[in-house]
């Protein structure tokens, strides 16, 4: 007896690395159900509602009837306001043919991994990192090759192995990924560090795949947007979107910027898979770029007050070694000496501290393949000041209670 059709799925799907963080939220909701009060730092969303009068634009253009397909690259207004908004911000050169707007940042990076990894050709990515990248280039059929960050110790938390990124190229690298500011470690790569970066590519003639999703997530440190670069065109491929600037990760907009010409050749691929983003979504993607500065710069600020509340407290637990990000809203605190005393690994303490305490980690193996997931835990400020102060005394309790 055949197996029937339906099952006999490409091995490359089931080897994918789906949600890496779903067996904690399961776990969480589960204990969640039977009534206890779980503290969630698994989280990878802002906790704000979207603003007003974004919801408020996308509701105006579904009662005008803006309910069809768009042009594929996306409106061109929104395409426009995305260049004018990189302009601005980074004074760069960005034209809104440069732009393509995608369903969230994921899909643009996507098209641009779909675009340059062919079978055989190998990807850089600085290791920890967050889990799409290595998953693309496997399902592309290329191979993540992994440089791990240098930890520098609580005080000054990590940097790029420029040297090893350099060591790292062989015949067969295609391009380097970089992520700024950097889930999960929440390091601001420095202005030099980018420089160096691309001089790199451009000695060596390599790709840079750039994702600055988290770029108004900065709260120290000399962040410098890839897209400032005067010649990014001829080295660089940028992603960006809406999700947790805007806080839309629902809505799903994203946008890609690349050269003309590529761009134009990317539509090719897009409208294959999604046609466009959206409709009503990319007028309120508009009205978000255009008046929300505000109610960013608050939540910027909330966030920064958070962070500083779980640095304060996880500096008080004993045998935790944790660096204050700079970007983002993730802390990688190094928990070596936890994890030595109490004899367990890594895993087995997200799963015991979510059991025991109930309090939702996730372990760096969820982002590393090499050393630097091993003892490090990934925890989320995006909830509130309360909640960060209670889980932390819920972590500390259970590290120190041995
Ligand atoms: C580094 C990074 N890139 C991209 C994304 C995905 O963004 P989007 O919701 O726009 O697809 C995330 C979301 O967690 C992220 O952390």
């Known amino acids: 007896m055949h197996s029937p059709p339906t099952m006999s799925i490409r091995n490359i799907i089931d080897a994918l690395r789906g949600e890496t963080g779903f067996i904690y939220t399961a776990k969480a909701r589960e204990l969640s159900k039977k009534g206890f009060k779980v503290i969630n730092f698994g989280v990878g969303q802002p906790d704000f509602p979207t603003p007003k009068h974004i919801v408020e634009e996308a509701k105006n253009a579904l009662d005008k009837g803006f309910t069809g397909y768009t042009d594929v690259a996306g409106i061109p207004e929104l395409r426009q306001a995305i260049a004018d908004y990189l302009n601005e ?3 760069s050169d960005v034209k809104a043919d ?3 707007v995608t369903p969230g940042a994921k899909a643009a990076l996507f098209l641009a991994f779909a675009a340059y990894v062919k079978p ?9 990192s967050y889990y799409m990248y290595p998953e693309i280039t496997k399902f592309l059929g290329g191979k993540p ?3 791990p960050l240098k930890w520098m110790g609580g005080d000054k938390g990590f940097e790029l192995d420029l040297n090893s990124i350099e060591n790292s190229i062989t015949s067969r690298t295609r391009a380097i990924v970089v992520n700024n500011p950097h889930n999960p470690t929440g390091a601001v790569f420095s202005q030099r560090e980018m420089s160096k970066l691309l001089e790199i590519a451009m000695e060596r003639n390599i790709l840079v795949i750039v994702d600055e999703i988290y770029d108004n997530f900065v709260y120290d440190g000399d962040f410098k947007s890839f897209i400032s670069f005067n010649n990014w065109r001829d080295y660089v491929v940028y992603a960006n979107g809406f999700s947790k600037t805007f806080s839309m990760t629902g809505w799903r907009l994203g946008y890609l910027v690349v050269r003309k010409e590529v761009a134009s050749k ?3 691929l897009a409208v294959n898979i999604w046609t466009c983003a959206t409709s009503f979504v990319q007028k309120a993607g508009v009205k978000a770029l255009k008046n929300s500065w505000d109610s960013v710069r608050e939540m910027i600020e909330t966030f920064k007050r958070r962070r500083d509340v779980m640095v304060n407290e996880l ?3 004993s045998g935790v070694e944790v660096f204050k990000s700079k970007g983002t809203f993730y802390v990688y605190p190094n928990i070596e000496k936890v994890l030595k005393k109490m004899g367990i690994d890594v895993e087995t303490f997200a799963n015991r501290l979510l059991d025991e305490k109930h309090v939702v980690v996730l372990p760096g193996t969820l982002f590393s393949e090499t ?4 003892t490090f835990i990934r925890l ?3 909830l509130g000041e309360e909640l960060i102060a209670e889980g932390i005394k819920r972590l500390r309790e259970f590290v120190e209670r041995l």
């Open 89 to 91: 911000r980074y004074n």
């Open 98 to 100: 440069e732009v393509i």
């Open 120 to 128: 055989g050709d190998e990807v850089i990515i600085p290791d920890p």
């Open 145 to 147: 090759v992994y440089v």
């Open 266 to 268: 990317l539509t090719k």
């Open 315 to 317: 500096r008080k637990v």
């Open 371 to 374: 050393e630097l997931g091993k």
């Open 380 to 382: 989320s400020f995006a």
